[in-house]
Nanobody
Framework: QVQLVESGGGSVQSGGSLRLSCVAS????????MGWFRQAPGKEREGVAV???????RYADSVKGRFTISRDSAKNTLYLIMNSLRPEDTAMYYC??????????????????WGQGTQVTVSS
C-alpha cells in the first residue's frame, strides 16, 4: 500500500530555513503527482506546493519566492525547502500523493494518499 513518511520539521526563528523530506513507497513514484499541504490550529488545510511527474511546480501565493518543491525519483523522495520562514508558516505539514492526470492542483481533496505530518514552528 502507499506509504508516505515525512521528516525535517522543527522549531526555527523568523527568517530561518528548514528542509522537509517525504519518502514514498508502495507505488510507482514517478507516475504520481506529489504535494505539500499544511494546517495550522483552527485553520483550514492549505495547499503549499505541488509538483508534476516531470518536475513542474505550482506554489501557493503565500510561499512563492520563499519555498521550493523538488522530487528525486531515484530516491522516491519529495522535498520542500523553506526559506525566510515567518510565524504564519507555523503549521503541521503533510506530504500527499495522487496519480498524475495532467493537472497541478493545490486542492487537497484531490489527493487520496497522505503522510502523518511533521510540525513546523516559527517564532518571532
Amino acid at each position: 500500500q502507499v506509504q508516505l513518511v515525512e521528516s525535517g520539521g522543527g522549531s526555527v526563528q523568523s527568517g530561518g530555513s528548514l528542509r522537509l523530506s517525504c519518502v514514498a513507497s508502495g507505488y510507482t513514484y514517478s507516475t504520481y503527482c506529489m504535494g505539500w499541504f499544511r494546517q495550522a490550529p483552527g485553520k483550514e488545510r492549505e495547499g503549499v506546493a505541488v509538483i508534476a511527474t516531470g518536475g513542474s511546480p505550482r506554489y501557493a501565493d503565500s510561499v512563492k519566492g520563499r519555498f521550493t518543491i523538488s522530487r528525486d525519483s531515484a530516491k522516491n523522495t519529495l522535498y520542500l525547502i523553506m526559506n525566510s520562514l515567518r510565524p504564519e508558516d507555523t503549521a503541521m505539514y503533510y506530504c500527499a500523493a495522487r496519480r498524475a492526470d495532467g493537472f497541478l492542483s493545490l486542492d487537497g481533496s484531490r489527493f487520496p494518499y497522505w503522510g502523518q505530518g511533521t510540525q513546523v514552528t516559527v517564532s518571532s
